[in-house]
């Protein structure tokens, strides 16, 4: 049988895509073993107990500094700023999108501006943000912002852009007017596409946020990880990675899941991704 | 007297001329078929009566009065596809009519509104055979089904004219049998107009009360774009909405349609219409 025709079942797919996880946690041990033979102090590839250790430390014991739980703090503290900005990203994009796709006279004003403002590498707006919002929350929230907002806005536009014509017709028959036909027609049917864009949104949402936290912060996952990045503290780097990693993960599958179940018209075949 | 109403017609696209001369009068309770090859400009024309377009020269009017230059809730349309919301569920997609009517704002109704909407739209669910199909979703039903529940929507509103473009072109053969029934039904209980694009030509025959040859009548090989499409046939079939008496009042008059053969002089003619135009 050819290779493209055998398809694993499903306990299969199962072992085998936890097969790449395996091997990197192994190959991981025994490279941190080998060191640690060699040099009892070695720092950086900290054992699997080390982190633990470190974990332990940093997540369920209060710091004798403040008196609070810092990894806790440093996930409130990032999620607080991903989330704010994110929904600003998101309303703009609404907004914005589909008033672009919808109206053909805002569309024409704004779609070259949106389209080149998506063009600035949005890293590079950081010291201005930095200069004009002060050290705050505010630049780091707008960083995620200006760095999602337009690709969001863009594919919005286009989501409404796609409403075929016909249906267009069909509710301007059924007596619609313009702003019904945005309430009943261009949102419902831009939903699935909007969460989309946020999925898409979030990927460099996470970038912005460490970027932004690394350079100026009090708090933070990506504050801390670039804090004890000047003492080589792998231990603590390694889960603090790996946590962003589950909450991305995990902030992902729940737009997915939300997609699926409130809006099941748009999965009605095969699903998505 | 008559409710449509095309006088002296064109329609140029960037100095290609597709229509030409077209001038046509549609009686009340007519059901008006339109057949013509590929690209002679009959779905233009559709455009045209909805209001998406503007023709060239010449005017169309509705009871007497020029069409706005967008589509109104006096003319109904049903697309050979996208012709319902998918986001919407089936009674939702008939309920939306009167909500769009009757919430001027959001145009959602909510709590006894909404229940009273979709009270009111149970017996035309029942009459386009969805009742046990009412919280699926579009997606969720066949194009035979799907092609109902646009019927029924478009119908709702009670337009002046329906305007079908193509509307049964997607389906098998037995289920094209059916929405010619479900078609000549609702025709017949409403006797209201209706306006039906097609290049089934037997279906054309079959439906239609006047059936309307679109074609190219003069071609200047030198200059092949010179001329456009215009009205080359112009048959009368049967009489427009007939008394309910005269048809077969059984499930199935679509049947019965078929079973009469058409006007006999009618048909050799069409079949030879690809060919006449000189």
């Known amino acids: ?273 | 007297m008559s409710v449509l109403e095309v006088r002296g017609l064109g329609v140029d696209y960037d100095g290609v001329r597709v229509l030409e001369r077209i001038d046509l009068s549609v009686a009340a309770g007519a059901f008006c078929t339109v057949v013509g090859a590929s690209g002679c400009g009959k779905s233009t024309f559709l455009r045209i009566l909805l209001g998406q377009e503007r023709p060239t020269r010449g005017e169309v009017l509705l009871d007497g009065v020029p069409i706005p230059p967008e589509p109104m809730p006096d003319r109904g349309v049903v697309f050979q596809k996208y012709s319902v919301f998918a986001h919407l569920s089936v009674r939702d997609n008939l309920a939306l009519p009167l909500e769009i009517q009757r919430a001027r704002g959001l145009g959602r109704l909510f709590g006894r509104a909404r229940r009273q909407v979709r009270a009111e739209v149970a017996d035309l669910l029942h009459r386009i055979g969805l009742e046990h199909a009412g919280d699926r979703y579009p997606g969720q039903l066949s194009g035979g089904m799907q092609q109902r529940l646009a019927i029924g929507q478009a119908l709702v509103l009670k337009p002046r004219v329906l305007l079908l473009d193509e509307p049964f072109g997607a389906l098998d053969p037995g289920i094209k049998k059916d929405m010619h029934a479900l078609i000549l039904n609702l025709w017949q209980d409403t006797g209201m107009t209706v306006f039906m694009v097609t290049h089934d030509i037997q279906e054309a025959f079959q439906l239609g009360t006047r059936l309307v040859v679109f074609d190219k009548l003069r071609h200047d090989p030198h200059a092949p774009r010179a001329f456009g499409a215009t009205i080359t046939y112009d048959l009368p079939l049967r009489p427009p909405q007939p008394p309910a008496a005269d048809r077969p009042a059984g499930p199935d008059p679509a049947a019965a349609a078929a079973s009469q053969p058409p006007a006999p002089d009618a048909a050799p003619e069409t079949g030879e219409t690809p060919d006449a135009a000189p």
């Open chain 1, 1 to 273: 049988m050819r290779l493209i025709n055998q398809k694993p079942s499903r306990i299969a797919r199962y072992a085998l895509g936890a097969l790449p996880f395996a091997a990197v946690l192994l190959i991981y041990s025994v490279a941190s073993k080998l060191r640690h033979m060699e040099n009892p102090q070695d720092r950086l590839l900290p054992s699997l107990q080390q982190m633990a250790a470190a974990v332990e430390r940093m997540a369920f014991t209060p710091s004798k500094r403040t008196g609070e739980y810092t990894m806790w703090l440093d996930t409130l503290a990032s999620l607080e700023r991903i989330g704010i900005g994110m929904l600003v990203s998101t309303v703009l994009a609404l907004v914005l999108g589909i008033a672009m796709g919808a109206i053909p006279r805002i569309r024409a004003t704004l779609a070259p501006f949106v389209g080149a403002f998506s063009l600035i590498p949005p890293i590079t707006v950081l010291p201005i943000l930095f200069i004009v919002f002060g050290l705050g929350e505010t630049a780091k929230i707008a960083l995620i912002v200006v760095g999602t907002a337009p690709v969001m806005t863009r594919t919005v536009a286009q989501a409404t852009a796609d409403v075929p014509d016909e249906l267009l017709v069909k509710v301007q028959t059924l007596g619609a007017n313009s702003w019904q036909i945005v309430t009943r027609v261009f949102v419902p049917m831009v939903l699935p596409r909007l969460i989309g864009a946020i999925r898409m949104g979030l990927v460099p949402a996470w970038i912005f946020l460490v970027s932004a936290e690394a350079i100026a912060a009090e708090q933070g996952l990506g504050y801390r990880i670039f804090l004890v990045r000047r003492y080589l503290a792998m231990d603590v780097i390694l889960p603090y990675v790996a946590w962003i990693t589950i909450i991305a993960y995990v902030l992902d599958r729940a737009f997915y899941l939300l997609s699926r179940k409130g809006l099941r018209w748009a999965h009605g075949e095969g699903g998505a991704l």
